[in-house]
């Protein structure tokens, strides 16, 4: 069997799942799960229900009002009125809505798992009753029944032994009768609660679906033609990469390249399972493919993550930051759950580039704070480039202020902060 992944760019709009159906008539009869994200930007609108209700403003009914016309618009245009998928659509909505009703009583976290998770839930029904309209038999599933998770909302960790047991029994048969459509993001606890796997983790979802399965290939379907050597809204001359191994990849993502989710790498490369990222405008391209299949050349690929952070921590008497200090800090970062990019060490001092998450943020600064001296810098970019020459790094470098920078093997970081634009007025 095979797993494809359609992202929520792929089914924005109308237009949008019926160029997915058509991409779809092409694989019909053969063995094929397919994961699919929210619609458009549906996880953005919902996180912002989320945090009016959280915060008690007001505005949370209202706020998913809007989410509800933008699905219902959509649906107006697959479907006639009469079709069962409204009544489908309009429970899920419901769900939230008994929630709304109530004041909050359980964890941000918790919470946010609950709302935010029906954006796969409202586009896998109105995607799967749009196949089945067009004659391509599949079957919903809810991937609750399937992806087994802990209970850390938000960035719910898989049970790996249950899900592939799991998957092993309910799927075989489902895929005889056609395809299997089921939701990226999103897991359950084995209390039946919604947890999701992190922010763009349909991408994960179809991965561990695809070792689950023992699948023989993963397909990504975006709208770029393919894994890119730059992001194309920021750079000019970027090429398609045709081949990518899994450490690439993963070194890629891991650092911020957006194309594809850094944790979809590991439970592919561990079965070897190869994955090709296409795209869903034209389908008949390549792409590119991942794989352990050894790549002789790379050009240079520039990887640019915004929103970085940048705290230099100091001790105040003047101990040396040795292994004590920083294995605390560490376990700071560790039960804060901060995301560090980068770091280097001097004698009292430590650097470490970290996202700029400000719930995870915080915490951790005060903690920080009672014992050190930290001085923090913000609205930070970390450039990562593979595989560099000396002459992107002093492209890069242009206009910017580098804060800290490093250089391995086949990968030079910066951490770079916006020169101010000054112009001589004489
Ligand atoms: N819908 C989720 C998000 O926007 C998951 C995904 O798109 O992969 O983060
Ligand atoms: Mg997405």
């Excluded at 309209?133 to 790996?160: H, S």
């Excluded at 929103?307 to 040795?322: K, N, P």
């Excluded at 992107?392 to 800290?404: A, E, P, Q, S, Y």
Aim: with cysteine; glycine share 4%; charged share 25%.
């Amino acid at each position: 069997m095979r797993v494809f992944k359609f992202g929520g760019a792929s089914v924005k709009d109308a237009e949008a799942i019926k160029n997915v159906s058509n991409i779809l008539q092409n694989y019909k009869g053969q063995a094929l799960a397919v994961v699919i994200s929210a619609m458009g930007k549906t996880t953005n609108a919902l996180e912002k229900v989320v945090h009016a209700y959280f915060n008690k403003t007001g505005e949370a009914q209202a706020n998913l009002e809007l989410v509800k016309k933008a699905h219902y618009t959509v649906m107006k245009e697959l479907f006639s009125e009469n079709e069962e998928v409204f009544a489908a659509v309009n429970d899920t909505f419901v769900e939230i809505e008994w929630i709304l009703e109530d004041e909050p009583e359980e964890s941000f976290d918790y919470i946010y798992d609950q709302i935010v998770s029906i954006g796969e839930f409202l586009s896998t029904k109105i995607v799967s009753a749009y196949l089945n309209k067009v004659g391509l038999p599949c079957t919903w599933l809810d991937c609750r029944d399937v992806i087994r998770t802990d209970n850390t909302y938000r960035e719910a960790k898989i049970d790996w032994s249950f899900t592939e047991r799991r998957m092993q029994e309910v799927m075989p048969s489902l895929l005889e009768k056609g395809f299997v459509l089921t939701q990226g993001f999103i897991g359950g606890t084995s209390e039946n609660f919604t947890t999701t796997l992190g922010r763009e983790g349909s991408d994960y979802t179809a991965a561990i679906v695809s070792y689950c399965m023992n699948a023989e290939g993963m397909s990504v379907w975006k709208n770029v033609p393919g894994i890119l050597t730059a992001d194309p809204r920021l750079f000019k001359n970027w090429v398609k990469i045709d081949r990518l191994t899994y450490l690439e990849a993963i070194e890629m993502t891991y650092y911020g390249a957006k194309v594809i989710h850094p944790k979809t790498i590991k439970p592919l490369q561990n079965k070897s399972i190869p994955m090709n990222v296409k795209s869903f405008l034209e389908p008949d391209s390549a792409g590119t493919i991942i794989s352990s299949q050894v790549v002789n050349y790379y050009p240079p690929v520039i990887v640019v993550a915004k929103d970085q952070l940048l705290l230099q921590i100091s001790t105040r008497d003047f101990s040396f930051v040795a292994e004590e200090n920083l294995s605390h800090f560490f376990s700071l970062f560790a039960k804060y759950r901060n995301k560090v990019n980068m770091m280097q060490n001097t004698a009292i001092s430590f650097s470490v580039c970290l996202d700029n998450i400000p719930e995870r943020i915080a915490p951790l600064l005060k903690e920080l704070e009672d014992e050190f001296n930290v001085v923090i810098d913000k609205d930070l970019e970390l450039i990562t480039v593979r595989h560099y020459q000396k002459e992107i790094l002093n492209t890069l470098r242009k206009g910017k202020m580098v804060l800290l920078e490093e250089k391995i093997r086949n990968t030079a970081q910066l951490v770079v902060k916006d020169l101010p634009k000054m112009q001589r007025l004489d």
